[in-house]
């Protein structure tokens, strides 16, 4: 019984400790018009986001560290020629299904 009702606490809690930092800023700049280097710094944030999570992945999701740099190469080429996603990652698989074929 007790355990239950920790867990709750603790997803309730969980919930709010997400849920604030998304809202604070919402009711803060409501009807408030940001300066223009600040709306192009936060249009910025995605891509430095995405580009945090995914370079050390590259370097680091296999011993061979050109198994990650062909993977990264190869998704970046056939994303820049205009091919959807379903593509892009199917692009990466393959090469890097080539390339372990290769080494091995």
Do not use: C, H
Not at 34 to 50: D, E, G, R, S
Not at 61 to 86: C, K, Q, R, W
């Amino acid at each position: 019984m007790w355990m239950n009702s920790m867990i709750i606490i603790m997803i309730v809690g969980m919930a709010v400790v997400t849920y604030l930092p998304r809202l604070i800023p919402f009711v803060m700049f409501q009807g408030k018009e940001l300066p223009p280097f600040v709306q192009a710094v936060l249009k910025n944030v995605p891509y430095a986001t995405l580009g945090a999570l995914i370079v050390p992945g590259i370097f680091l999701i296999n011993e061979d560290i050109m198994y990650g740099i062909i993977g990264a190469a190869v998704a970046l080429l056939v994303a820049y020629l205009g091919a959807n996603v379903i593509l892009v990652v199917i692009s990466a698989i393959a090469a890097l299904s080539v390339y372990s074929w290769l080494v091995s």
